[in-house]
């Protein structure tokens, strides 16, 4: 029989976009609020990989990877994307009828060896969460850099997300180790 053995933290990350760099920055206010400080960020983007959500959030889309400061359970998934999504639906109801979406939130977590993105939508290789959420292996930490799947989104394939999710990788290494070598800590 197997001993059950539960995963460390992971880092909280998530997909932001939308149509003006200002929308962006202010979607990671409550953000903050809601899972604490953001301890990295990607360059901002075009999202030039797909016109699927132009009709929703406007055209010349932006996009933008951040990383939270706080560790979370792997298993907290599921309620990271309902709270996401609620947010999504309040900033669209705040910003009146300009835009059904005007932001896009899509979390995550990174641990050392992969890349988990949470969705509401249901696929051959994706793994049901419960509460209406499914998780999907993105990327894959393999041979020293994170590889993508058959699946994976254009855009997390791009050097820019290669190299950020590897700082996350980093960040969270060391965090790892910090931790573990202070008994105060655990």
């Excluded at 976009?17 to 983007?45: C, D, H, I």
């Excluded at 992969?114 to 990327?139: C, D, M, P, W």
């Excluded at 180790?177 to 008994?183: A, L, Q």
Aim: aromatic content about 10%; overall charge positive; cysteine-free.
């Amino acid at each position: 029989m197997g001993r059950v053995i539960y995963p460390k933290p992971v880092a909280l990350i998530m997909a932001l976009m939308a149509n003006t760099l200002s929308r962006l920055e202010e979607t990671k206010a409550p953000l903050v609020e809601e899972f604490g400080s953001v301890e990295l960020e990607s360059e901002t983007y075009p999202f030039t990989y797909s016109s699927h959500y132009e009709k929703e959030m406007g055209k010349r889309l932006i996009k933008q990877f951040v990383s939270f400061a706080e560790l979370i359970e792997m298993d907290s998934l599921s309620r990271i994307k309902t709270t996401t999504n609620k947010l999504e639906e309040n900033i669209a109801n705040r910003q009146g009828k300009e835009l059904k979406r005007p932001v896009n939130i899509d979390p995550g977590y990174l641990a050392p060896a992969q890349l988990v993105l949470a969705t509401t939508k249901n696929y051959s290789h994706r793994i049901y969460l419960g509460g209406g959420i499914f998780a999907e292996v993105t990327l894959i930490y393999r041979h020293g850099g994170f590889q993508p799947l058959d699946w994976t989104y254009p855009d997390y394939r791009s050097e820019l997300a290669g190299q950020f999710f590897a700082r996350v990788r980093g960040w969270l290494l060391s965090k790892i180790r910090s931790e573990n070598s202070n008994p105060s800590l655990r």
